[in-house]
């Protein structure tokens, strides 16, 4: 399977203590293997629903913008200041 792509995220902005609030993200080339950070931190929960989507349960963060980084076996890609923590 080729690196994995990405095309949205909703909702872009979350709770600074989110809770059990679910960001979904669309791409493509989601896979088993696929893992997920934001700001560098492993969400609380990360589900793969299919090749081209996936959601996740992200961690409480301080304030402001995280990239949210997504790997499989044969690549990443950053979605740069995509998730805004309020």
């Given amino acids: ?3 994995p792509t990405y095309i949205a995220i909703s909702p872009a902005r979350v709770p600074a203590t989110v809770g059990n609030r679910a960001v979904q993200v669309v791409g ?3 896979d088993a293997a696929t893992t997920v950070t934001v700001a ?3 969400p609380t929960t990360t589900e793969i629903v299919s090749q ?3 959601q996740f349960v992200p961690a ?3 304030a402001g913008a995280a990239d949210v980084v997504i790997t499989n ?3 990443s890609v950053t979605a740069t200041a ?3 923590y309020e």
Avoid: E, Y
């Fill in 40 to 42: 560098t931190v492993a």
């Fill in 73 to 75: 076996g044969s690549g």
């Fill in 82 to 84: 995509a998730l805004s």
């Fill in 28 to 30: 493509r080339n989601f």
């Fill in 1 to 3: 399977m080729p690196a």
């Fill in 60 to 62: 409480n963060h301080a």
């Fill in 52 to 54: 081209f989507l996936l």
